[in-house]
């Protein structure tokens, strides 16, 4: 699992979702996090391996997820849950897999 495997796979979420950007810094990949309503970045973290990168990553995949489904109105139901759980562990595959 690389670095780069990760960013192809989450590509296309990450051209999706306006709150997260992963950016390349002198000291290495940065999650970093938007708050819209500021209009400012509130948080940004050193992603100093691949699998702290993809753990971030799939916890704001699902919380994307999520979003969408309840529109930020409700708790998912144990269907929609699982429906995402399905999503985020597929995706995980994907970097993981060679």
Known sequence: MTFEKILDVFHDYLQQDPLYE????SHGYTLMDWEPMRKEWYRAILMDTPE??????LCAYADFLSDRITGSERELTVEECSQVN???AEI?????DP
């Open 92 to 96: 995980k595959r994907k970097c993981i």
């Open 86 to 88: 399905s999503k985020c």
């Open 52 to 57: 702290k990168l993809l753990d971030a990553l």
């Open 22 to 25: 992963v950016v390349q810094t």
